[in-house]
C-alpha cells in the first residue's frame, strides 16, 4: 500500500506512493478538507487543475446531512459528488473534541445532540466504521476519543485506553472493497502515553497511522513535541499523518519530522476574510496598500487567481462583498498549499531539501491573525 521511495539524509523527510483504490498518491500530500463533500467555495475542477490527489470527508456531518440513505442510493459518496479520486473520511472522532458541549462520552462511544436539530445520535466504533463503509472512502479513520491539549493526566490516560480499546474494534469490522484503515495515536505530549498508544497499534497492523491530539489549540511547541514523541514508534513502511494541519510553515517543519500527510481548513477559511497566503507567509488582501497594486497575489504563482487577476481587482472584490472575491483567493491559498507539497517532493527526490526546508523557515514569517484563525479552526473543525 505505501512505498517509501526516499529519505532525506539530513532530516527525517521521506517521499512515498500510497496506493489506494482511486488511485496513488504522491507523498508528501496535503488533502484539501471537504467536510460536507465539497471544499468550500472551490468546484472539482479547479480541485483537479490545481493537483489535487485526495480530499477529505467528514464521516459525522455526512451521517446527519445527506445521511446515509442518500449516499448509499447514489452509490457511494465518490459518485454522489463525482469524485473519482481518493477520499480520506475521518471517524468523527475529532467532534468529540469539538462539539464537548453536546456529547456525552461512554466507554463504548459518544452520544452527540445534533448540532442540526438536537435529535441524539451515537456513533462508536461499529457505528463510526459503518458509516465509513457505506460512504465508501479509500480510506477509513478509526473511531478515536480526542481530549483538550490541556485535559488532566487521568483524562489524557483514560483516552488514550477508550482509543486503544476503540481502534481493535474498528479493527474487526467490515470495509468496503478496497477500503484502508489507519489507526490514530493519541496521548497529548506525555511520552509514556504516546509510546503506549502507538505500539498498540502497530501491534494491531493498521494500513498507515495518524498522529491525533495535534492542533487542538496548543502552542506550537507542544504540537512539535507531540509529534516527535510518536513518530519514533511508527514503523518506516507506513504512512504517517498529521491530523488537521496547518500552515505551510507547520507542514515543512513536520515533513523534516517524517510525517507524510496532512489537511487543513487554513486555506479556504481564511481566503474567506480576505487573507492571502505566500511562501513567505500570509497577508490581509482587503488592506489599502492594496488599492492600486495591479500584480498578481504573488509573483510567479501558476494558479488561474493569479494568472488572471489582480490584487487591485481582488481586493476591490472583497471590499464589495463579491464571491468572486473569496473563490479566487480560496483557489490560490489552496494551489499555495499543494504547490508547496509538490516542491518538497522534489526536493527529497533530488537530495536538496534540507537546503529547501532552512529556506522556506527562514523566510516564512508567520501571521498573528493565521495562527489565531488555526486556533479557531482547531475548535471548530
Not at 339 to 365: L, P, Q, S
Request: with cysteine; charged share 25%; proline share 5%.
Amino acid at each position: 500500500m505505501f512505498e517509501l521511495l526516499t529519505t532525506d539524509s539530513a532530516t527525517k523527510a521521506r517521499r512515498g506512493k500510497l496506493t489506494t483504490a482511486h488511485g496513488v498518491i504522491e507523498t508528501p500530500v496535503f488533502m484539501p478538507v471537504g467536510t460536507q463533500a465539497s471544499v468550500k467555495a472551490l468546484d472539482l475542477r479547479e480541485l483537479n487543475e490545481m493537483h489535487t490527489q485526495i480530499i477529505l470527508g467528514n464521516t459525522y456531518h455526512l451521517n446527519l446531512r445527506p445521511g446515509l440513505d442518500v449516499i448509499r442510493a447514489a452509490g457511494g459518496l465518490h459518485k454522489f459528488m463525482n469524485w473519482d479520486k481518493p477520499i480520506l473520511t475521518d471517524s468523527g472522532g475529532f467532534q468529540v473534541f469539538s462539539l464537548a458541549k453536546i456529547r456525552k462520552v461512554k466507554e463504548h462511544g459518544v452520544e452527540f445532540r445534533s448540532h442540526l436539530d438536537g435529535s441524539m445520535l451515537f456513533i462508536g466504533p461499529k457505528e463510526s466504521m459503518e458509516i465509513q463503509r457505506t460512504l465508501g472512502s479509500d480510506i477509513a479513520m478509526v473511531f478515536d476519543e480526542c481530549p483538550p491539549h490541556d485535559a488532566p493526566a487521568k483524562d489524557q490516560r483514560l483516552a488514550v485506553e477508550r482509543t486503544i480499546r476503540w481502534a481493535r474494534e474498528c479493527r474487526e469490522q467490515p470495509r468496503a472493497d478496497g477500503q484502508k484503515v489507519f489507526g490514530i495515536v493519541q496521548g497529548g505530549s506525555n511520552p509514556e502515553l504516546r509510546e503506549q498508544c502507538a505500539k498498540a497499534l502497530v501491534e494491531m497492523e493498521f494500513d498507515g497511522y495518524a498522529i491525533g491530539g495535534v492542533s487542538v489549540g496548543e502552542p506550537e511547541p507542544e504540537m512539535m513535541r507531540a509529534i516527535e514523541l510518536a513518530e519514533p514508534h511508527l514503523p518506516a513502511h507506513k504512512a504517517r499523518y498529521a491530523m488537521g494541519l496547518g500552515t505551510p510553515a507547520q507542514m515543512v517543519e513536520l515533513i523534516a519530522r517524517g510525517v507524510d500527510m496532512f489537511d487543513c481548513v487554513l486555506p479556504t477559511r481564511i481566503a474567506r476574510t480576505g487573507t492571502a497566503v505566500t511562501h513567505t507567509g500570509a497577508f490581509a488582501l482587503k488592506g489599502a496598500a492594496y488599492k492600486t497594486d495591479f500584480g498578481p497575489i504573488e509573483e510567479g504563482c501558476e494558479c488561474y487567481a493569479c494568472r488572471t487577476y489582480t490584487r487591485a481587482y481582488l481586493r476591490h472584490l472583497l471590499r464589495a462583498n463579491e464571491i468572486l472575491g473569496l473563490r479566487m483567493v480560496s483557489v490560490h491559498n489552496s494551489h499555495l498549499y499543494l504547490k508547496v507539497m509538490a516542491e518538497v517532493r522534489a526536493a527529497i527526490a533530488a537530495g536538496t531539501f534540507a537546503d529547501y526546508y532552512r529556506h522556506f523557515i527562514a523566510n516564512y514569517k508567520p501571521s498573528q491573525k493565521v495562527l489565531a484563525a488555526r486556533k479557531k479552526a482547531d475548535e471548530e473543525r
